[in-house]
């Protein structure tokens, strides 16, 4: 009922369907905001960054390669460091990453937001 008379009235006032429109698309807008910020949200945009570092394609990231990863992120760590980190993240204990043990390290580390605009998102 309420949609009929939007409609209506967005047909009799070019200003009213232009606000309508407005709204519509910074509720677009937020929407998209919040699946890429949020926890679980923008898994699609972390697992296309999971496999450009998965330099060998092996669907895991290895020492090396979460090394790189956490130097485009801005954490200044050594390999060995890196080594240590990857041991907290690695759930089954094969030695390397998978894309399940990576996303569930970015959606729960509370550290990660402040790399949401990172360029290593891109």
């Known amino acids: 009922m309420a949609s009929q008379a939007v409609d209506q009235l967005s047909h009799k006032e070019p200003r009213i369907k232009k606000l ?5 698309a910074v509720k677009e807008a937020n929407r998209r905001f919040k ?5 679980g949200g923008g898994s699609d945009r972390l697992k296309r960054m999971f496999r450009r570092y998965d330099q060998d394609h092996s669907g895991n990231i290895d020492g090396d390669e979460l090394y790189s990863l956490l ?11 890196a080594m240590r980190i990857m041991s907290g993240m690695d759930g089954d204990g094969s030695g390397t990453i998978d ?13 990660t937001t402040m790399f949401a605009s990172s360029n290593v998102n891109r």
Request: proline content about 6%.
């Open 20 to 24: 309508l429109e407005t709204i519509a």
């Open 35 to 39: 699946e890429n910020s949020e926890p």
């Open 71 to 81: 130097r485009d992120l801005g954490h200044l760590c050594t390999r060995d460091e």
């Open 99 to 111: 894309v399940d043990e990576f996303l569930h390290w970015w959606n729960n580390a509370p550290f």
